[in-house]
Nanobody, 114 residues
Framework: EVQLVESGGGMVHAGESLRLSCVVA????????MSWVRQAPGKGPTEWVS?????????YYSDSVKGRFTTSRDNAKNTLYLQMNSLKVEDTAVYYC??????WGPGTQVTVSS
């Protein structure tokens, strides 16, 4: 069974940075495509943020975060990261990592104040 746990969320001011981590247990992340998605407060659907495929390929990003967010992997730590710079109020959301079709983490809250 694949299990994911996110961490690193918190409350920051606009313009500041956070780094989210997603530790994966049960299988090596080198086997998986992985994604970051987020759900803003009071909004139904999740918003896809970033995707990462194994093998060192360049991650891909939504237009709303491109140039500010960076996804990376550490296969030795079996961990996926999301470095978030120049945070905006509209980035406030619960952030989830997932292995599409297989597993989701419980999420970590990111709150950005003006």
């Amino acid at each position: 069974e694949v299990q994911l746990v996110e961490s690193g969320g918190g409350m920051v001011h606009a313009g500041e940075s956070l780094r989210l981590s997603c530790v994966v247990a049960g299988s090596p992340i080198s086997s998986f495509d992985m994604s970051w998605v987020r759900q803003a407060p009071g909004k139904g659907p999740t918003e896809w943020v970033s995707g990462s495929i194994p093998g060192g390929a360049t991650p891909y990003y939504s237009d709303s975060v491109k140039g500010r967010f960076t996804t990376s992997r550490d296969n030795a730590k079996n961990t996926l990261y999301l470095q978030m710079n120049s945070l905006k109020v509209e980035d406030t959301a619960v952030y989830y990592c997932n292995v599409p079709g297989i597993a989701w983490g419980p999420g970590t809250q990111v709150t950005v104040s003006s």
